[in-house]
């Protein structure tokens, strides 16, 4: 809870609600959460759209995105945090953090996560287990992420301490982050996307395909600007642009996942 209403730990003040009421005012809507390639895509169709709605894009991990929803600090995120004890992606962390508000999950893209090694694999980094191979550098990613909380519940399960990875303090705050520190020599694997390591002409070993999706509040899901999104979203034009990108799957893209249920 002290997380939720910041450091102080005190109730949120009402003046807090009210600065961050609207955060659209000028004509755009802010985006925080995690990082991925169709988040940038969707900005950019938005700003070459006739509706000429903006989507201002702050890439700070899936965690941080959800708080900041419920701050009203931004009036959608994206998320890909895996539950493992519910077998569930986004859905119980929405539910925990937004507490008791009402809000829409629509799936974005589904894409494919694992290692991200220089070409051939020289080092032959292919299961969750090389993770702790000796000598070679790890490029991490930064607390909050999606990515992150699935690096460490792997060392949590498997009672593996982080001082035996080397590099585990070194955090990216992207995908193209880690991918840069493997082309560049700086580390010698990562956890990313599979474009992120095509683009950079790096070798991707896949561990796990994942669901991404958006988060929004009910207020915001019922306005206008949020409708043309979704008609951007559900457009073939939109899913045919990232099916241009290896590793993404569009099959569920614009699904409404969960909607709190109206109540009379």
Known sequence: MQYLQGDSGEKRPQEYSDAHKDVSSDNGFCFMGSHDLS?????????????SISLKTIFNGSMQGLVALYHREA??????????KLQEYNLPFAEHILLAEAYTVVNLVQRSQGWIVPPGNKHNINSWEDITKKGLRFANRQRGSGTRLRIDQYLLENDIPTHQIQGYENEEQTHWGVALKVANGEADFGIGIQFAAQRMGLDFEPLFKERYDLVILQETAEKPEWQQIQAVINSTAFKRAVEQHIGYDTSLTGKIVYETPHTA
């Open 75 to 84: 009036q959608v995120t994206g998320i890909h945090l895996w539950d493992k």
């Open 39 to 51: 988040v940038e895509l969707l900005a950019e169709f938005l700003n070459h759209a006739s509706s």
